[in-house]
């Protein structure tokens, strides 16, 4: 048994079941909730190390317990994993834009899920080795987990932050977006993980960049690469 508590929200029995036999099978503590409003409770409380959260849910939705929870600053920091049945971009967009910290498309492979889960958890729990880095207008402030752009603050999620670290920390070089997955989410077969993920982050982050976002350059067929002065 492991000392980490995950917090499962799920409203389909059969999944939420699923889940939580696999979850305690690698060893986690689980705690379950089958209604918006229970879960939102249970994760105020701020004890779980990590959240799987149902979009669709009764009484309140994942978008809606996602927004609060990032709002509170005792839970601002807990990894959520967002499980969605919809196929659109715009739905997994604006679970991100809230501050989840992945997805993942309903249905699933307990596998993924697991694999997702060590590699959320993995990264949350990893100190950054620089403390500043600037280049351009853009700053970085790896201790406060703050991106200043012309000096004024711009508000990123945890994995938008992180992205941006690496492009910046490795500029100049091409990353392709395996790289990208297993540096920023920390998936150890990343090959086998969904690269839109890495697609979907870049697209954000380069909004909230403005006319900085230049310098993330597709390389077609390959990755990203981060141009320097």
């Not at 929870?69 to 601002?76: E, V």
């Amino acid at each position: 048994m492991t000392n980490e508590k995950i917090l499962v929200i799920e409203d389909e029995k059969n999944i939420l079941e699923l889940i939580k036999y696999n979850l305690e099978h690698e060893g986690f503590q689980v705690l379950t909730a089958s209604k918006g409003r229970m879960g939102l409770e249970l994760a105020l409380r701020g004890s779980s190390s990590l959240v799987i959260l149902d979009l669709m849910l009764p009484e309140l939705s994942g978008l809606d317990i996602c927004k609060t929870l990032r709002q509170n600053p005792k839970t601002r920091t807990i990894p959520i994993i967002m499980l969605t049945a919809k196929g659109t971009e715009a739905d997994k967009v604006v679970g991100l834009e809230l501050g989840a910290d992945d997805y993942i498309t309903k249905p699933f492979s307990p596998r993924e899920l697991i694999a997702r889960v060590k590699a959320v958890l993995r990264r949350s729990q990893e100190i950054p080795k620089k403390e500043f880095l600037k280049i351009g207008t853009i700053e970085l402030d790896i201790s406060k987990h703050e991106l200043r752009l012309k000096t004024r603050p711009v508000e990123v999620t945890a994995k938008e932050f992180e992205l941006l670290r690496i492009l910046m920390s490795s500029s100049g070089r091409v990353l392709t977006r395996e790289v990208l997955l297993s540096k920023v989410w920390g998936y150890e077969n990343s090959i086998n993980i969904e690269t839109r993920t890495v697609d979907m982050h870049i697209t954000q982050l380069r909004k909230k960049l403005g006319n900085e976002s230049r310098r993330i350059t597709t390389v077609k067929s390959v990755g990203y690469r981060f141009d320097g002065d």
